[in-house]
């Protein structure tokens, strides 16, 4: 046994899994936290496998409140789809609570854990290969927005302030800028530039909330391709997963940063920036499927939005790609030299390509909705 399977084996202990542990690896993507995927056998032979993830701390100071907005939201949704006998396009994970009943436990090493069901039969994808796949992560997002939609906002905490505030990521880039840690600032003048001259179009949708325009909705907030599970076999979305951001935010967050995640050909540390560019093959079936799914909660003017939002999260996902640069790649898991600033460089320019096909995008949400 490797020290990570040794290492898995003992995680699983903590949690109420029935059968013997007979495998673990290691899940490698996104950037936060740390996963496994464990499998365990029981007394029949058959094999169930399960995800056990560890929190991260740096990014979710509270990782008990993180848990508590999970489980509320799942079980929320669990329960209207075994009431309702149906699916209704969005099936949510389940919890395995710790031998203490809790759901979550404090590992030997340090650490806050959880475990999941394994939803057996899909995958997922990090870049989008055909418009249908676009089509189901978008109504399962929207889906998702819908079943919770009937929740009180109060009923789950913010967990990370400001987390979709696109000026106070402007700000926090401008501070970077002039603390310039580790001398980096220099090398992106391009960069910096191209944000400053956009900074007006930052606060368009915090001042639609502010003045009451838009109302917070629970959301997602981490609508990326690869937190959908698509079946493998029909190319449907099953579920949603990573629901650590779950928060009061804007509806308008999460549908942008679908477009900004599924509509580019290349994946968002592609080297080649060349090769971004906004779909718009990808973009209708984002639009057809959101709407869907989602229409009947929306206001005529987050419909409007829709569009805009795509290319004000992709901007301010650029600007936080570019503030852990010159922070020193602090926050997102990196795996070379320059990771963020490329990651950044793919941002900024599909912010371009979405500028140059605004108008069009304009059209068919007038098309969809
Ligand atoms: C992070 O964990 P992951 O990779 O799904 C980040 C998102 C970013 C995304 C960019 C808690 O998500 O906000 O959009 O990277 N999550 C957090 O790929 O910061
Ligand atoms: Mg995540």
Not at 352 to 359: G, L, P, R, T, V
Request: charged share 25%.
């Amino acid at each position: 046994m490797t020290d990570l399977v040794r290492n898995i084996s003992q995680i699983g202990e903590y949690f109420a899994i029935d059968g013997t542990f007979v495998g673990g690896e290691e899940i490698e993507s996104g950037h936060i936290n740390t996963t496994y995927l464990a499998s365990y056998q029981n007394a029949d032979g058959e094999v169930s496998r399960y995800i056990l993830q560890r929190i991260n701390e740096h990014v979710f100071s509270e990782p008990l409140v993180v848990m508590k907005n999970i489980e509320r939201v799942t079980r929320h949704i669990n329960r209207k789809v075994f009431r309702a006998k149906r699916d209704f396009g969005g099936q949510t994970l389940n919890l395995y609570p710790g031998r203490d009943g809790k759901n979550c436990v404090a590992g030997a090493a340090g650490g806050i854990w959880r475990c999941y069901n394994y939803i057996e039969g899909c995958c997922t994808y990090d870049v989008v290969e055909n418009t249908r796949q676009a089509y189901q992560a978008a109504k399962a997002f929207g889906a998702f927005q819908d079943l919770v939609s009937d929740l009180p906002v109060e009923k789950v905490s913010v967990t990370i302030p400001d987390f979709h505030n696109t000026p106070a990521r402007y700000v926090r880039l401008m501070e970077a800028i002039k603390n310039d840690s580790h001398g980096r600032v220099a090398d992106v003048q391009e960069e910096i530039n191209f944000i400053t001259s956009r900074e007006s179009i930052t606060s368009v949708l915090v001042d639609h909330l502010k003045a009451g325009r838009l109302i917070e909705r629970i959301t997602h907030n981490d609508t990326k391709l690869n937190n959908v599970m698509i079946d493998e076999q029909t190319d449907e979305a099953v579920c949603v997963i990573d629901l650590d951001t779950v928060m009061p935010g804007l509806a308008l967050y999460d549908f942008g940063d679908l477009v900004r995640g599924a509509t580019s050909p290349v994946e968002e540390d592609e080297e080649d920036v060349s090769k971004v560019v906004m779909r718009m093959s990808m973009f209708e079936a984002l639009l057809e499927g959101y709407l869907e799914t989602a229409k009947n909660f929306l206001t005529p003017l987050e419909i409007e939005l829709l569009p805009f939002s795509a290319k004000l999260i992709t901007m301010e996902t650029g600007i936080r790609f570019l503030t852990d640069h010159l922070e020193g790649d602090v926050y997102f898991k990196t795996q070379r030299e320059g990771h963020n600033l490329d990651r950044c460089r793919t941002q900024l320019a599909l912010v371009k390509s979405i500028e140059a096909q605004e108008d069009q995008m304009v059209s068919l949400v007038k098309k969809w909705s």
